[in-house]
């Protein structure tokens, strides 16, 4: 029997590690070349079962529309036929129009970033939440969810619906509002990342459990990995798989198996790693990862450089270079 795409999809992601790669750049925000061109041909010589672009690690929505394609281009060029490329999509809100005006071109450049991942070759589409809608009344802001996800669906492109914290700039998704979404046509499942809400993830988890078994929960939880496969996560998308990804992957490998003991080892490694670099403020996580890959020496020191304004500490970078000897990263 001939899979539809999205199941197909589906299957690839199943069991795998799609890391959430940064990019590279110079101290003045410029992006990297060459060393976004080593990176490129570090992560797919390792375990993963593809990478997510133009998503919030590598600050996709900041990106101008030529950095995105070339991104995505040279991240195609090299991965694997088997491999997938999850793509971000949304848009930045414009301040100065009105509530409509601005949700309408917010939303055509929203279709537009998702035509151009499709065009480019994206096999699936991670929706931003749509914060944006939250400035309409009470009323209609759920119902507008729904439909800007279906306009997404109707696309023909596997979709995801992330449910991130709010204080990252997401969405409390109401568990109705979320059947709704995860009813629409195309869409293969849910990327959650809750942070520190261990009952909201245990809450979702158990509605795809039960009452969405065929969509995948696709963990996010950086810092509580093992944890989201014991509750039934299939797969991870993760920023912390961005450097070192084979223990991540050897990890949910280790679970599906049922080899325990490894299961265990590797979770205390992986918690060890997330505690050192996913820690407040957590938006600097970007620039711990890129730290991450110059002491490995992936990409050289002057390219681990993020827009958000952070500097690096000794502290941190002597945490970040004791994690990766202490956790055995590599």
Same mark, same amino acid.
């Given at each position: 029997?001939?899979?539809?795409?999205?199941?197909?999809?589906?299957?690839?992601?199943?069991?795998?590690?799609?890391?959430?790669?940064?990019?590279?750049?110079?101290?003045?925000?410029?992006?990297?070349?060459?060393?976004?061109?080593?990176?490129?041909?570090?992560?797919?010589? @390792?375990?993963?079962?593809?990478?997510?672009?133009?998503?919030?690690?590598?600050?996709?929505?900041?990106?101008?529309?030529? !950095?995105? !394609?070339?991104?995505?281009?040279?991240?195609?060029?090299?991965?694997?036929?088997? @491999?997938?490329?999850? +793509?971000? %999509?949304?848009?930045?809100?414009?301040?100065?129009?009105?509530?409509?005006?601005? =949700?309408?071109?917010?939303?055509?450049?929203?279709?537009?970033?998702?035509?151009?991942?499709?065009?480019?070759?994206?096999?699936?589409?991670?929706?931003?939440?749509? #914060?944006?809608?939250?400035?309409?009344?009470? !009323?209609?802001?759920?119902?507008?969810? %729904? !439909?800007?996800?279906?306009?997404?669906?109707?696309?023909?492109?596997?979709?995801?619906? /992330?449910?991130?914290?709010?204080?990252?700039?997401?969405?409390?998704?109401?568990?109705?509002?979320?059947?709704?979404?995860?009813?629409?046509?195309? %869409?293969?499942?849910?990327?959650?990342?809750?942070?520190?809400?261990?009952?909201?993830?245990?809450? #979702?988890?158990?509605?795809?459990?039960?009452?969405?078994?065929?969509?995948?929960? =696709?963990? $996010?939880?950086?810092?509580? /990995?093992?944890?989201?496969?014991?509750?039934?996560?299939?797969?991870?998308?993760?920023?912390?798989?961005?450097?070192?990804?084979?223990?991540?992957?050897?990890?949910?490998? +280790?679970?599906?198996?049922?080899?325990?003991?490894? /299961?265990?080892?590797?979770?205390?490694?992986?918690?060890?790693?997330?505690? +050192?670099?996913?820690?407040?403020?957590?938006?600097?996580?970007?620039?711990?990862?890129?730290?991450?890959?110059?002491?490995?020496?992936?990409?050289?020191?002057?390219?681990?450089?993020?827009?958000? $304004?952070?500097?690096?500490?000794? @502290?941190?970078?002597?945490?970040?270079?004791?994690?990766?000897?202490?956790?055995?990263?590599?």
């Amino acid at each position: 029997m001939m899979l539809s795409r999205a199941e197909r999809i589906k299957f690839r992601m199943r069991g795998g590690l799609i890391p959430a790669v940064p990019v590279p750049r110079y101290e003045d925000g410029e992006v990297h070349e060459d060393a976004q061109a080593a990176y490129v041909a570090y992560l797919t010589a @390792q375990r993963i079962a593809g990478v997510a672009v133009w998503v919030h690690t590598g600050r996709g929505l900041h990106l101008q529309r030529e !950095q995105r !394609q070339s991104i995505l281009q040279a991240w195609k060029e090299a991965l694997k036929p088997n @491999q997938i490329i999850v +793509a971000g %999509v949304g848009a930045l809100p414009e301040s100065s129009l009105s509530i409509r005006e601005r =949700i309408e071109r917010w939303k055509r450049e929203s279709m537009k970033m998702a035509e151009d991942a499709i065009s480019g070759g994206a096999d699936a589409l991670l929706v931003f939440p749509p #914060i944006i809608l939250r400035e309409l009344p009470a !009323q209609e802001r759920e119902k507008a969810v %729904v !439909q800007y996800h279906e306009d997404l669906a109707q696309l023909g492109t596997p979709l995801v619906v /992330f449910y991130l914290y709010e204080k990252a700039g997401g969405w409390s998704y109401s568990l109705d509002l979320l059947r709704k979404l995860l009813s629409l046509p195309n %869409v293969i499942g849910v990327k959650l990342a809750t942070l520190d809400s261990v009952m909201t993830m245990q809450t #979702i988890a158990r509605l795809l459990a039960v009452e969405f078994p065929n969509h995948l929960h =696709i963990t $996010g939880e950086d810092r509580m /990995f093992g944890y989201a496969l014991m509750r039934g996560a299939h797969s991870a998308l993760v920023g912390l798989g961005a450097a070192f990804p084979n223990i991540q992957a050897d990890l949910i490998a +280790a679970y599906r198996d049922k080899n325990y003991a490894r /299961f265990i080892d590797l979770s205390e490694r992986v918690d060890g790693y997330a505690e +050192a670099t996913f820690n407040e403020p957590m938006d600097k996580y970007i620039l711990r990862m890129l730290h991450c890959l110059a002491v490995a020496k992936v990409i050289p020191g002057e390219a681990a450089c993020d827009i958000a $304004g952070y500097e690096i500490t000794e @502290q941190e970078l002597t945490a970040i270079r004791r994690a990766i000897i202490e956790y055995r990263l590599y």
